[in-house]
């Protein structure tokens, strides 16, 4: 499954899931560009420890995922997009009667209109290459819904339906569009939750993690960061270039109730 000469684009990647994504297409020989709204000396030093640790060209690109024109912009300063993962987003829980109006357009800007301005922006360039690959980091949430989550599981339910469409558009094209749709992933920002949800439930870590983090997860363990960076590299593979328009669950079960 080498990727050596493609140029992977990954938003919201200098940590977390879009971090493990932007590694394992490196692994496999992709040159990448690492993304987020930040523009920061760190930022810029992870891209270069991305290309010494994998032999692959790496650079970060600062774009804000809420700003159309920024999305559109990062697709144009990467001079070259064959993958492009549209993995930004945010999260914010509260009752719909009670849901912010700004924070439910932040969360529908950097979730969902991302995905389709990058997008819109990537397409004219694979259809010039003849080949091409859009994968969306959806959520079980693009599945299923949780109460308080109204806009995240907006957003997500609307990732599916666009990689549905662009799927559609580009059949036959050499391009595929499919969303990957993980349950709970054990990232940094996962990993901080865990202290403060066992002083609240009087648990040790192992029983948290078990009976209140996963509890709709059957399997009782996060997917990591690599296994869906795994799961990327796959659906850019020649193996999966039939596979189109679809949704690939990594949520150890969760969907399957």
Known sequence: MGLSGKTAIVTGSNSGIGLGVA?????????VVVNSFTDRPEDHALAARIAAQFGVQAR????????????????????????????????????VDEFPTEKWDQILAINLSSAFHTSAAALPVMRARGWGRIINIASAHGLTASPFKSAYIAAKHGVVGLSKTIALETAG??????????????TPLVEAQIPDQMKVHGMDRETVIREVMLQRQPSRQFATTGQIGGTTVFLCSDAADQITGTTISVDGGWTAL
Request: charged share 15%.
């Open 23 to 31: 590694e394992e297409l490196a692994r496999a020989g992709a040159d």
């Open 60 to 95: 970060y690109i600062a774009a804000d995922m809420a700003n159309g024109a920024d999305c559109r912009a990062l697709v144009e300063r990467a001079g070259g997009c064959d993958i492009l993962v549209n993995n930004a987003g945010i999260q914010f829980v509260a009752p």
């Open 173 to 186: 094209q050499g391009i595929t569009c499919n969303a990957i749709c993980p349950g709970y992933v054990l």
